[in-house]
């Protein structure tokens, strides 16, 4: 499976990056706002000084006089501290001021008239205004210009760009945190959907009744349909291996009947010894046949385990019984010692393991020798115990032998396919229980114990 980002992860990546395209935008719009502010205050600040310089202007004695009122200037120092140049002339003679002071634009009588330049090394903004003054019978205009530099607007706007960028990544960070959280909340459903599948075991194929948003219905529904078909694919697997080993068995038992039948008719020892083969063969077909069955069943059930209060003793008694006429074929006793042992569990696949475990010790062992099964209550467990008197475990590790298909070593030539012990070992599993495979301490035997926990 080809793995790509989360769906999480591209919406915490998209919103993360809305979130960035909005901070840019709010910090380059308050910094275009605090620059136009500081500007227009500055304006505002020039204007008044301007306005307030002209309105000193008189006539006396045949010449135009003013005095610079300190107010004029003291304005201007309140905004900041910035040099501030200004000149007064009339009618084209310079009466105060600055002389190289650059000329404003001309503009209408009255009104006030803006203007950027460089002075003396520096970006200066500057105000002038034109007035008429009456000077004997004759109208003089006098132009009044006051400018400051730009260095305190400049400092101002930078501060508050500054201010602005730290509150835009601040706004970033926390819009990129609130983001993940609601990606989170928002995929929570499809979450509690997927670890709803996930604890479920690979045949728990039951419907989905769980609420979900109007987005993920179709999928739930699409689920639930899924897991009905394969549910249905899965009981005629079952019924398909039921009946497989039926019809497997029933032509082997007649198979083998007729061999038997024969057997006792020949003398020939060729054919005699032909016909052992055959049956021979039929055992290990419909043992095979049988345990494969078994394994199935075990390999359905473990996922949909019955937790029914049961007494091992006496499911052992009843697989016992069962056994009873393999055993006698062979002359075989089975000695039980049960007690009264109480557990939890699904009578089907115990009886399939305990019944896997005697007629491996059944098959092994000797004729006319005795097979023990024990049933006690060991602290807080419940030890099922089979002894026989067979060849035992062979010299490999025994931990192996409960691997699908293994057998032991010295085993090759008794008929068997290697799943009794695997069988065993996958329904206590699927109890919460462990089987243990020890080799007699004295004469030959093996020891298989199946422990459960006690109910």
Known sequence: MIRTASIGERLTLLLAGVAA?????????????????????QDNVLAASTTTIAETLRSEQGEVRLELPYAAFAMLGAISEDRVFYRVEASGRMLTGYEDLPKPSDGALGQVVFDTGAYRGAQIRMASITRLVLVGIDRVAVTVTVAQTRDGVDAVTSEISWLAGVLSVAFFLVAVALSAVAVRVSLRPLNTIAAAVSRRGPFD??????PAPADLAPLLDALNRLMERLRQSIRRSEDFIAEAAHRVRTPLATVRTQAEIALRTVSDDTEKERLRRIIRAVDES??????????????????????????LAEIAALTAAGMEPTADMRDIRLELVLTLTPILGDSVLLE????????????????????????????QEAWLTVRDEGPGLGHGPTCELTDRFR???????????????????EVLRAHGGR????????????CVSLILPLA
């Open 21 to 41: 395209a909005l901070s840019l935008l709010s910090w380059g719009m308050v910094t275009s706002l605090a620059t136009q502010a500081a500007a227009k205050t």
């Open 205 to 210: 194929l039951r419907p989905l009744m769980r």
């Open 286 to 311: 419909a043992r095979s046949a049988g345990q494969l069955l078994d394994h199935a069943t075990v390999a359905y059930r473990v996922e949909d385990l019955a937790r029914d209060k049961l007494d």
């Open 352 to 379: 399939s393991a305990i019944r896997n475990v005697l007629d491996n010790a059944i098959k092994y062992s000797p004729e006319e020798t005795t097979v023990t099964l024990h049933v006690e209550p060991v602290g």
């Open 407 to 425: 057998r032991g070593t010295n085993v090759a030539g008794i008929v068997g396919s290697g799943l009794g012990l695997t069988i065993a070992a």
């Open 435 to 446: 089987v243990e495979l020890t080799n007699a301490e004295t004469g030959s035997g093996a």
